[in-house]
């Protein structure tokens, strides 16, 4: 089992930077691909960035690509998101999940966290 407990979300203006953390419980951390989604009122979850279990490889939306950047730290079993140059439609509750397959398909990912709420003022 691997829980999921995210953090660093809030409210930031536009053009501004935010970090969300995900810690994660649990063994073998560095055994799951560990993923980023959102979803924003009315609209459907959708992929942000994903990063392999050594951290070698990643991927990310074409929507937060050059600005979105994600990482770990499989020391204290945590991934991270630096969101930069943020815009009012980034608005969305984030989500971080786990699975032992790197796959940017929701419906697939075995571990969800709770989801923290980044809220982006024009």
């Known amino acids: 089992q691997v829980q999921l407990v995210e953090s660093g979300g809030g409210l930031v203006q536009a053009g501004g930077s935010l970090r969300l953390s995900c810690a994660a419980s649990g063994r073998s951390f560095s055994s799951y691909a560990m993923a980023w989604f959102r979803q924003a009122p009315g609209k459907e979850r959708e992929f942000v960035a994903i990063?392999?279990?050594?951290?070698?490889?990643?991927r990310a939306a074409d929507s937060v690509k050059g600005r979105f950047t994600i990482s770990r730290d499989n020391a204290k079993n945590t991934v991270y998101l630096q969101m930069n140059s943020l815009k009012p439609e980034d608005t969305a509750v984030y989500y971080c999940?786990?699975?032992?397959?790197?796959?940017?398909?929701?419906?697939?990912?075995?571990?969800w966290g709770q989801g923290n709420q980044v809220t982006v003022s024009s």
């Open positions: 990063i392999s279990g050594s951290g070698g490889s990643t």
């Open positions: 999940a786990a699975d032992r397959s790197f796959r940017s398909d929701d419906s697939k990912m075995s571990y």
